[in-house]
């Protein structure tokens, strides 16, 4: 059976750092992106970005929103993916999901999931002083 | 980017048929056919149940189907059970790369 199982969340301050972990199982974790999405509290779903695996070279995307705070990881050997999320603003403040990715496109950056199948039950971050 | 656009709530009763649409623009669902559609219960995660427009994952249920017209991409649930009270969201590629999902359909099973 597929599982995504998040951590790391909690309370931490405008400005500071926290990184969330994926631990992940029943799938080959190399074969497949890991994406991050999250939700604010009573909102819609937001895309925070993805991590390609290592066949498509293991790069990364990221929403505007998060470019240059966020950084996206991944451990194969442990099947782990991370997001370490930096220079935390009140407005990041959401419940973040560890999902997999499915299927291939190619777009002019490179590879893309077509999908996003797995989900995770998210990991609660918020940020406030 | 926008979010697509979704009605806020559909209802209908066991047994009968509703669709719900998504629309968006030339820059994004009107562009590929990598459109999903996503079931939320509350408190739980998302759950795919239409990728590619219109395939359907190993798993769920054929009353689930999708489809796309322009700009507008739309899901309907046939069968109507009291299971599939959720929330919808429809999700899809933008021109830029960036994942754009829909304002969120609250389905009501009467």
């Known amino acids: 059976e597929v599982q995504l199982v998040e951590s790391g969340g909690g309370l931490v301050q405008p400005g500071r750092s926290l990184r969330l972990s994926c631990t992940a199982s029943?799938?080959?974790?190399?074969?497949?992106?890991m994406s991050w999405f999250r939700q604010a509290p009573g909102k819609g779903l937001e895309w925070v970005g993805f991590i390609r695996n290592e066949f498509y070279g293991g790069t990364a995307e990221y929403a505007a929103s998060v470019k240059g705070r966020f950084i996206m990881s991944r451990l194969d050997s442990k099947s782990i993916a991370y997001l370490q999320m930096n220079s935390l603003k009140t407005e990041d403040t959401a419940l973040y999901y560890c999902v997999r990715g499915g299927g291939v496109h190619k777009r002019y950056s490179g590879s893309y999931p077509n999908w996003y199948d797995r989900w995770g039950q998210g990991a609660l971050v918020t940020v406030s002083s | 980017q926008s979010a697509l656009t979704q009605p806020a709530s559909v209802s209908g009763s066991p047994g009968q048929s509703i669709t719900i649409s998504c629309t968006g623009t030339s820059s994004d669902v009107g562009t590929h056919n990598y459109v999903s559609w996503y079931q939320q219960h509350p408190g739980k995660g998302p759950k795919l149940i239409i990728l590619d427009v219109r395939n359907r994952p190993s798993g769920v249920s054929n009353r689930f189907s999708g489809s796309k017209s322009g700009n507008t991409a739309s899901l309907t649930i046939s069968g109507l059970q009291a299971e599939d009270e959720a929330d919808y969201f429809c999700g899809s590629y933008t021109a830029s790369s960036s994942y754009v999902f829909g304002t969120g359909t609250k389905v009501t099973v009467l």
């Open positions: 029943g799938f080959t974790f190399g074969d497949h992106a």
